[in-house]
């Protein structure tokens, strides 16, 4: 299901039906069947900045994919996918979940963002105790309300607020922060505890309160402006053990001589992920790093500085400022804390005070005749002769029949035709939100025609590429493909300069060790050489593009800015990949040949046909 989601997710950032509520030029058909230019050019600007791939930046590649997707999406409605119950139930379920947010008060949400708004102006260091409440167990609340109570007495006793802690507090965390969360800002904790830190003042001791969690008390330690966020990159080396200390302060010289942090943290970085990305960890604010990481990082204050080697828990580190971002003003802010305060748990603040919002805007008129007809009846018997009109919402009409259904045999009572009227009144807004709001219309069918696509790829591709007999053909005939390319193991040394490459060149042919040849050739000033082990191949960013694998001692090499030697002790050839050991490979390139024949199938079936004049002009 998870990677059900995520496809029909993917497949979304493809799609977008357009607002049809004015004429829009063509570009182009699918068996006459229209797609708009409007459509197009949505989901090109929507998706731009998150394309990873350049080519598909090009707008005439970008065009290729969309007319495949609408393709492909025209097929599933052909051979009625949009009709298998599974997806009707799946859909119902997430248009049921997309209409949430659509059934709140405006008016109450704009007011939680400007609560979040003014606090995200701050952070608040605080400390808690946590007594757990398991809410399948209602009898236990009362017993952990007294323990929070008595943990609180303690603390206005005078007794130390961490001892109580370490005492009463069932927070797992506990026993290593003896209370203490450190600093964070808004949408970090859960709202009752966010509510309660933020209405404490800095040195009290909040009253007892209620999460999903169970019973708290807060006390504030200190408060101070928010730091907004930084982008950062960072160099990693493992461990706590006195190599791993020695090899980062050999970075960290080689930095302070002037080397390049990129191309360190391409080369030595051992946090493989981020070296990729030459150390970068994008952007990130309070909370979100370890608290050894974050403090090191705000710390910072002028982009390109970089840090001094510092230890966390998970090894040792450089950071480098890349960019620091104040916190933005209101205006620039508020359309992400929409957001977000409609995905937190502060939507169940915003209460059905829509519908009296909805009651003031609709022309309700009430049948008081056809009402008061119902109420002189034995609504236990037979309902078949109340067709007559009760109620109407905008011109739609409800029957008698209806509330009758509604009541279940109870008596009526005004209370009753109330809550009936404004279920209806929901109901109404429901039934019209499509047309209504641009917005849900838009995400509703991006994820309609998402979810229709992934029925009819879990067909054509995913289920095919299961048979094994076909994956076996695949493999067969495309063995060249799977070859692994000559690689060496052996030792790397990166030098400063080409008289301490020879030097260290003279050293590796009589097998001295990598710690004797830094003792030899490095200084506690300055790191000349730093040795890199391990298997390498020609696509390794410190391998010489003319170099040649042979076991022994290589010449030097000038790679970039850095002279290099490679001592080579077991060169391991190129050789064939058996299927068992990268079937996942094989299935994922067969699909890739799968579905590039179901679009050669695609184009045969049906016809396309490009407005060349739309297409000129969005490509200008």
Not at 265 to 282: I, P, V
Request: charged share 30%.
């Amino acid at each position: 299901m998870i990677f059900k989601n995520f496809l029909v997710l993917f497949a979304a950032l493809l799609v977008f039906n357009a607002n049809a509520q004015s004429p829009k030029p063509v570009l182009f058909t699918i068996d006459d069947s229209p797609v708009y230019t409007a459509e197009f050019l949505r989901v090109y600007q929507k998706n731009l900045d998150i394309l990873t791939d350049e080519s598909q930046k090009d707008m005439d590649n970008y065009l290729d994919l969309f007319v495949n997707y609408k393709l492909k999406v025209q097929q599933a409605r052909d051979l009625g996918y949009d009709t298998l119950p599974s997806y009707i139930k799946e859909l119902g379920t997430y248009k049921k979940q997309l209409m949430e947010p659509y059934l709140k008060d405006d008016s109450v949400v704009e007011g939680l963002v400007q609560e979040a708004y003014e606090r995200s102006l701050k952070e608040i260091s605080a400390s808690h105790i946590l007594v757990l409440v398991d809410r399948n167990k209602p009898n236990d609340t009362i017993a952990a309300y007294k323990k929070i109570n008595k943990a609180r007495t303690k603390i206005v006793d005078g007794i130390v607020f961490e001892e109580v802690a370490s005492e009463y507090s069932e927070d797992p965390s506990v026993k290593k922060n003896r209370g203490s969360l450190g600093y964070f800002t808004v949408f970090n904790m859960v709202y009752p505890f966010e509510n309660a830190t933020y209405t404490t003042e800095i040195g009290n001791l909040s009253k007892p309160f209620r999460t999903k969690f169970g019973y708290h008390i807060v006390k504030v330690n200190d408060i101070r402006d928010a730091l907004g966020e930084v982008e950062a990159a960072h160099i990693m080396i493992k461990g706590d053990s006195l190599s791993s200390k020695t090899k980062i302060n050999e970075i960290y010289k080689q930095l302070e001589q002037g080397e390049d942090f990129a191309y360190l943290a391409k080369t030595q970085s051992e946090d493989k992920y981020s070296a990729q990305k030459e150390g970068s960890l994008g952007r990130f604010g309070t909370g979100k790093m370890v608290k050894e990481f974050e403090t090191v990082a705000f710390a910072l204050k002028n982009e390109g500085d970089y840090s001094e080697p510092f230890k966390s828990p998970y090894g040792w580190h450089i950071i480098k400022l890349i960019h620091k971002f104040p916190v933005a003003d209101f205006e620039a802010s508020k359309k992400d804390l929409e957001a977000k305060v409609k995905r937190s748990d502060r939507s169940r603040i915003v209460s059905s005070s829509i519908v009296t919002k909805l009651k003031k805007e609709y022309k309700i008129e009430v049948n008081q005749i056809a009402l008061d007809a119902l109420k002189k009846e034995n609504l236990k018997e037979s309902t078949s002769n109340f067709s007559e009109t009760l109620l109407t919402i905008n011109g739609k009409q409800t029957l008698q029949k209806e509330f009758i259904n509604y009541l279940k045999s109870r008596s009526i009572s005004d209370f009753d035709f109330e809550k009936f009227v404004d279920l209806k009144v929901l109901e109404y807004y429901k039934n019209y939100l499509e047309t209504s709001e641009t917005e849900y219309s838009n995400t509703y069918k991006e994820y309609e025609e998402g979810l229709l696509l992934f029925e009819l790829l879990q067909n054509k591709i995913w289920d095919t590429s299961k048979d094994s007999i076909g994956v076996q053909t695949y493999y067969d005939n495309h063995k060249k493909d799977f070859v692994l390319e000559e690689r060496f193991e052996g030792i790397v040394a990166a030098c400063s300069d080409k008289k301490s490459a020879k030097k260290v060149m003279k050293q590796f042919g009589n097998d001295v060790a990598t710690d004797e040849i830094k003792k030899s050739v490095n200084t506690e000033e300055e790191v000349i050489v730093i040795f890199k082990s391990g298997t390498f191949n020609m696509a390794d960013e410190l391998i010489p593009a003319d170099y040649s694998f042979a076991v022994g001692v290589s010449k030097i090499y000038k790679v970039e800015n850095k002279f290099v030697v490679i001592k080579s002790d077991k060169i391991l050839k190129s050789e064939q990949q058996e299927l068992a050991d990268i079937r996942g490979k094989v299935i994922s390139d067969y699909q890739e040949q799968l579905e590039k024949l179901w679009i050669e199938e695609l184009n045969d079936s049906y016809v396309v046909k490009m407005n060349e004049s739309e297409v000129e002009s969005i490509i200008k």
